[in-house]
């Protein structure tokens, strides 16, 4: 909910202060004078205030309070349903003596010439119509708080959502009402409120619960949304140190209409025809791709060849992959390089092993070198046997 605030000096677009008129009349004059004096600059002012003369039954001054707001944020279209005026309290005397319940602050509207600041023929621009229903009386105007005024009908019809809220204060018993106060020479009763120019948390506000318009930051918050009860008010009274808070309920219609209950019967509504779902087509196994055996070879003999390489204990050619291989190292190679491949089970009839030739014989023995006529290496006589032995060990000698 917006709340809205006079501006300090130096003002723009609103104001607040006070006016009065400062003569010597009877008390029926004075009342309706013209003004003869104004501040709009201090940082308190009086709101309510009645000052004798010393002459009997005549009255020397009366003031009155102005205070303006602009309201023009407030959406045009939008339904104000509450508005506070609140006032922080000052300071209160009551040198007259009156009866602290008769003297008594209320709302009205004022007219001053400017909306930004306040002139002394601006005494006589306040209304007489209350814009509230429940005057703040002397004995129960806080000084240490805000007083809040809550505005009815006529003071809500008095916001303006284009431009300048106008409000005054008077006192409504002796200054609205024309009651003559009691005289006592040369004495006076007022109460007075900090202003714009005090700032922070002591100046003027005025709080306005709308809805509709739209909202907002510029145009303040949709209050109540939509609700289907709202508080209208809440009353704060003080009695001879008995305090009771009075809290008023108003039904709202929600924007949409009203609230449909659980409870109550409801008509039920067709249900849309679902369209069927289409059933899902099966799906044909596919056949498995027959997939041939690959005929495994039969395990290929060993050569004879290689066979007769093996017993007489040379380097052969492995017939398979080209290879050649020491005979020691021949079952190695066929059990790693040709696992598939197998020593025929016939045996293979084997040359017998050669003898050593009758030269080596003469050579050994006559220790020459010689050529050894295996594996044609040249070997010293004296070597023969252990060449013999280590190189070729199946050669019978």
């Known amino acids: 909910m917006p709340i809205y605030y006079p501006d300090a000096n130096p003002e723009t677009t609103s104001v607040d202060g006070r006016v009065g008129h400062y003569e010597v009349l009877l008390w029926a004059a004075l009342r309706v004078a013209a003004g003869t004096s104004v501040s709009d600059t201090t940082d308190n002012a009086e709101i309510a205030y009645i000052q004798s003369y010393t002459v009997t039954n005549y009255w020397q001054y009366l ?3 102005v205070f303006l707001f602009d309201t023009s944020a407030l959406p045009n279209d939008c339904e104000i349903l509450s508005a506070t005026l609140s006032l922080f309290g000052h300071s209160k005397s009551n040198g007259l003596n009156l ?3 008769d003297f008594k602050v209320n709302i009205y509207a004022s007219a001053p010439f400017n909306s930004n600041g306040l002139a002394v023929g601006d005494f006589d621009s306040l209304g007489s119509v209350a814009f509230c229903d429940t005057p703040i009386t002397y004995s129960a105007f806080s000084t240490i708080g805000y007083n809040d005024f809550i505005l009815n009908t006529a003071g809500l019809a008095a916001i303006s959502k284009t431009g ?3 409000l005054g204060t008077r006192e409504v018993t002796f200054d609205v009402g024309g009651t003559v106060p009691t005289w006592s020479s040369g004495q006076f009763t007022t109460i007075r409120v900090w202003t714009a120019e005090k700032l922070t948390t002591y100046r003027p506000k005025l709080t306005v619960v709308y809805r509709g318009g739209g909202g907002g930051e510029t ?5 109540p949304t939509d609700p289907q009860t709202r508080v209208t008010s809440l009353v704060h009274r003080s009695d001879r140190g008995t305090y009771t808070l009075e809290i008023n309920l108003g039904e709202v219609v929600a924007d949409f209409g009203l609230p449909e209950w659980a409870s109550k019967p409801q008509t039920a509504l067709p249900e849309e025809p679902v369209a069927p779902v289409a059933p899902i087509a099966p799906v044909t196994p596919m056949p498995l ?3 041939a055996p690959t005929p495994t070879p039969q395990s290929a003999p060993v050569p004879q060849q290689v066979a007769e390489g093996l017993e007489a204990g040379g380097v052969i050619t492995c017939p398979f992959c080209g290879v050649r291989v020491a005979f020691t190292q021949w079952e190695n190679h066929l059990r790693f390089a040709h696992s598939n491949i197998g020593v025929a089970s016939t045996p293979t009839p084997v040359t017998p092993a050669p003898t ?3 030269q080596v014989a003469e050579g050994i023995a006559t220790g020459v070198v010689i050529t050894c006529p295996f594996c044609g290496v ?6 023969w046997e252990t060449h013999l032995r280590v190189a070729h060990p199946n050669i019978k000698r």
């Not at 145009?219 to 209050?223: D, E, K, L, N, R």
């Not at 040249?378 to 070597?383: L, N, Y």
């Open 289 to 291: 791709a027959h997939i």
């Open 378 to 383: 040249r070997v010293a006589g004296t070597q």
């Open 63 to 65: 003031i009155r309070g």
């Open 164 to 166: 300048i809220t106008k």
């Open 219 to 223: 145009g303040g918050s949709i209050f």
């Open 356 to 358: 050593i030739p009758e």
């Open 99 to 101: 009866s602290t319940t």
